[in-house]
């Protein structure tokens, strides 16, 4: 049996309120208590599961932060269309926080700050320092790390995003996906993109130039409406391409060893 010390070290960070919105989603009944009681239970049971099958030395759930980002400074429109959390969710968060705390992992919340770019930049830096990082999320825009060595899990579905799960859907590679985004909006973010500029084109585009910046680059050289449409809306794809990138290199504050999880029957053994 390898003892604990000489294990490689291993995170896990969930992307916590992608997993509770998910679950609670799922949950029956109306909005309300109730129902966030619910969602609490299965959100630490999802948890629990991804424990297990990760098996990690240091896990953290992070939450986004009080107070609008340095996306909303830049793009007021930004997650406009986003439905609003339950007000009886909300409400719970820290009830949901303690629940994850009493199975002994950590909750992590950066005012100003979105979840994605707290979980981008420790994931890039535990990769870095050769520790083993895996992000719990469903959400696409994690994707793009997956060159950088980050691994990305479907806490639903039980399975790893591959680097040609990104080519099946969106037509480019994992390292195009920002790129690929800028060009054909993130509508759910409140992106739209480059006007006239669907998917379609988008890969193409990508396919032809590999990335946005080639492409505008060369932009003098393209024809027809595609060339008309980057032309005209250059300044609007390298806005969204600053909106979509995730940032990876934010000063948290955080280390290691405040992430450290224990399991809860190690914890009452060592106390």
């Known amino acids: 049996m390898t003892n604990e010390s000489q294990r490689r070290p291993s995170l896990l960070l969930v992307d916590a309120l992608n997993l509770i919105r998910r679950v609670y989603a799922a949950q029956p009944g109306e909005d309300g208590p109730e129902r966030a009681e619910g969602a609490k239970v299965s959100s630490v049971q999802s948890l629990r ?4 099958e ?3 030395t240091h896990a953290v759930c992070v939450f986004d932060g009080e107070g609008q980002s340095w996306r909303h400074e830049l793009h007021p429109e930004y997650k406009a269309g986003h439905a609003p959390m339950p007000e009886a969710l909300e409400s719970a968060l820290e009830e949901y926080r303690e629940a994850f705390r009493e199975i002994g992992v950590a909750s992590l ?10 979980i981008a930049t420790i994931s890039c830096k535990a990769v870095a320092a050769g520790v083993s990082a895996t992000i719990l999320s469903t959400d696409k825009i994690f994707l793009a790390l997956l060159p950088l060595g980050v691994r990305v899990r479907d806490h639903f ?20 996906l920002v790129d690929f985004l800028a060009l054909a909006g993130d509508r759910g973010n409140g992106i739209h993109g480059v006007p006239g500029i669907g998917p379609k084109s988008a890969s193409e585009l990508l396919s032809r130039f590999e990335t946005l910046e080639d492409a505008l680059q060369a932009i003098d050289d393209l024809e027809g409406r595609l060339g008309e449409r980057l032309r005209t809306h250059a300044s609007t794809a390298r806005l969204c391409h600053e909106l979509i990138s995730l940032r990876t290199d934010l000063e948290l504050g955080t280390n290691m060893s405040e992430l450290r999880y224990l399991p809860i029957d190690v914890q009452r053994r060592t106390n």
């Open 54 to 56: 990760g098996s990690p």
């Open 109 to 118: 919340i950066q005012p100003r700050l979105e979840a994605d770019d707290v």
């Open 157 to 176: 579905k039980g399975t790893d995003f591959k680097p040609q799960d990104v080519v099946e859907k969106f037509g480019v590679r994992p390292e195009q």
């Open 49 to 52: 599961r991804g424990l297990r």
